[in-house]
């Protein structure tokens, strides 16, 4: 095993933290790429990535808030440029299934020259428990600019352990991965899921997108934020990746862990409690 460390950017979010855990619990050394990291990271701030990456081994490389945002590309490239300079042996790069502005970023990253592999997932289960939807589910009524088009929500922890398994496994360079769930889901059967984990009353309605981008404004949610949200269910969530892939079982052998279950155990933990 490496004795250089594995950098995890976004060390603190949904799925650099299961990453960053999973890393630890195998010895392998852990440097985490946030704010509050030694040394700090922040991906506007370039003159501080290469002390973050002097040293490392491998990047599991997530950008915030998207690789969709405006500019997204240009920034990841610039990075990825500074860690073929380091040395880099490998970087796993998080991206999103269904996104032209996404893959243009892992075009980027893979040309600069560091042994790649691209993850492609579906929306996070945890996006209900852990993100801008628990607070909605709290309430009782999830409301978004969506209809009935399915999604194969995947568990965040199965990016992680395809992420780790990639990171620290032989044979995944040059390799994309699509993750989902093993089966397709309305937001409105999502819902419903939910409703009969808890016991409570959790209904889905559809809005419109002015209704949506309102309310996100009206919470305090930065424009750009409420911007990327509104593209994602307006522009994204329209049929593309309403289909599931085999990408967790393809490096795992193991099926992807279902959404009912998820809804099972996040509800045993009280975290949908009004």
């Keep these: 095993m490496t004795t250089n460390p ?12 299961r990453v960053a ?15 509050a990291g030694t040394p700090p990271f922040d991906w506007t701030d370039p ?3 290469d002390p973050v990456l002097a040293g ?9 808030p998207d690789l969709a945002a405006p500019g997204g590309a240009e920034v990841v490239a610039a990075f990825a440029r500074r860690a073929a300079a380091h040395d880099v042996r490998r970087i796993v790069l998080l991206s999103g299934r269904g996104e032209p502005e996404a893959e243009h970023a892992e075009a980027a990253v893979r040309a600069a020259g560091v042994p790649c592999t691209v993850l492609r997932a579906s929306w996070f289960q945890q996006n209900f428990s852990e993100s801008h939807l628990v607070d909605p589910v709290r309430a009782g009524v999830v409301a978004l600019p969506v209809g009935d088009v399915p999604e194969p929500f995947v568990d965040a922890d ?12 032989d044979g995944h360079a040059g390799q994309l991965y699509e993750l989902t769930g093993p089966r397709a889901l309305t937001f409105a059967e ?8 808890t016991g409570r009353d959790v209904r889905f309605t559809t809005v419109t997108t002015e209704a949506y981008a309102a309310r996100l404004a009206a919470g305090g949610v930065p424009a750009e934020v409420a911007g990327l949200l509104t593209y994602l269910f307006t522009e994204v969530l329209d049929g593309r990746n309403a289909h599931v892939a085999d990408g967790v079982e393809q490096v795992l052998g193991r099926p992807a862990r279902d959404f009912a279950g998820y809804a099972a155990a996040t509800a045993v933990t009280g975290v949908w409690k009004p």
């Design 190 to 197: 999502a819902v419903a899921e939910i409703a009969a984990a």
């Design 56 to 64: 490392v081994g491998a990047v599991y490389l997530t950008y915030q």
């Design 21 to 35: 855990h999973r890393l630890a619990d195998l010895d392998v050394p852990v440097r985490l790429g946030s704010r």
């Design 47 to 49: 003159a501080g990535w």
């Design 158 to 169: 199965d990016v992680a352990d395809v992420a780790v398994a990639a990171l620290t496994g």
């Design 6 to 17: 594995t950098l995890v950017l976004g060390g603190t979010g949904k799925t650099g933290r």
